[in-house]
């Protein structure tokens, strides 16, 4: 499967944005599925996840109920979208995609998209 993300840009804080992911090339339903970010010079770290059929999350506590993650398989699309951002939310967010589930841990998904930038400024 292939994941492209989408939908990053620059923001005031306080403002919104909506992420999203498009799978293609497979049925998303089959996959569990999660967001990362990475800033320069750190680790990918987890932000969110979801199962296959939406009906289970999970979110890093960073997340403190600014985010949500949510899904469309009918259009193998996967969302989160961030209120209240913080300009310490200012990374590339990637997209990701699970065979065995939906986890927290990178190491456990097995398609990645390419990212999207989200830029929050102060």
């Known amino acids: 499967v292939q994941l492209q993300a989408s939908g990053g840009g620059l923001v005031q804080a306080g403002g919104s944005l909506r992420l999203s992911c498009a799978a293609s090339?497979?049925?998303?339903?089959?996959?569990?599925m999660g967001w990362f970010r990475q800033t320069p010079g750190k680790e990918r770290e987890f932000v969110a996840a979801i199962s296959r059929s939406g009906g289970s999350t999970n979110y890093a506590d960073f997340v403190k109920g600014r985010f949500t993650i949510s899904r469309d398989n009918a259009k193998n699309t996967m969302y989160l979208q961030i209120n209240s951002l913080k300009p310490e939310d200012t990374a590339v967010y990637y997209c990701a995609a699970s065979n065995s589930g939906w986890f927290g841990q990178k190491s456990k998904y097995d398609y990645w998209g390419q990212g999207t930038q989200v830029t929050v400024s102060s």
């Open positions: 090339g497979g049925t998303s339903s089959r996959y569990g």
